[in-house]
Nanobody, 121 residues
Framework: QVQLVESGGGLVQAGDSLRVSCKAS????MGWFRQASGKDGEFVAA????????EYADSVKGRFTISKDNVENTMTLQMNNLKPEDTAVYYC??????????????????WGQGTQVTVSS
C-alpha cells in the first residue's frame, strides 16, 4: 500500500521562503494540491516519476519549484516569495498508476494528511 508522509510547512511572513516535503513508499507521479479555508482545493504542482518534468499552476509559476529525489522517493516543494494568498493546507498526492502529470485531483488516488502553510502580511 502506497503511503505518503509529509513534513514541513509552518508560519512565515510575506516574501519569505518555505519548503514542504513528501516521502513516498515507491516511485510515482506526485503532486501538491492546496485548500484554503472556505475555498475549493486547487492544483499547485506535479512532477513525473523520474523527476525530469513538472507542471505548475499559473499562480505559483516562477515562485515555486517541485523536485524529486528518486533515491529517497521524496518530493519537495520549494516555495519562494510567499504571499498571503498562498495560505492553505497543502496536500501531497500520488498516482499509483499512470504517468500523466494531471492537474486534476480526481486523477490522484493517494493523499497525505496535509500540512498547514500560513503566510502573514
Amino acid at each position: 500500500q502506497v503511503q505518503l508522509v509529509e513534513s514541513g510547512g509552518g508560519l512565515v511572513q510575506a516574501g519569505d521562503s518555505l519548503r514542504v516535503s513528501c516521502k513516498a513508499s515507491g516511485r510515482y507521479v506526485m503532486g501538491w494540491f492546496r485548500q484554503a479555508s472556505g475555498k475549493d482545493g486547487e492544483f499547485v504542482a506535479a512532477v513525473s516519476r523520474t523527476g525530469d518534468s513538472a507542471e505548475y499552476a499559473d499562480s505559483v509559476k516562477g515562485r515555486f519549484t517541485i523536485s524529486k529525489d528518486n533515491v529517497e522517493n521524496t518530493m519537495t516543494l520549494q516555495m519562494n516569495n510567499l504571499k498571503p494568498e498562498d495560505t492553505a493546507v497543502y496536500y501531497c498526492t500520488a498516482r499509483s498508476a499512470g504517468a500523466y502529470l494531471s492537474t486534476s485531483g480526481a486523477d490522484y488516488d493517494i493523499w497525505g494528511q496535509g500540512t498547514q502553510v500560513t503566510v502573514s502580511s
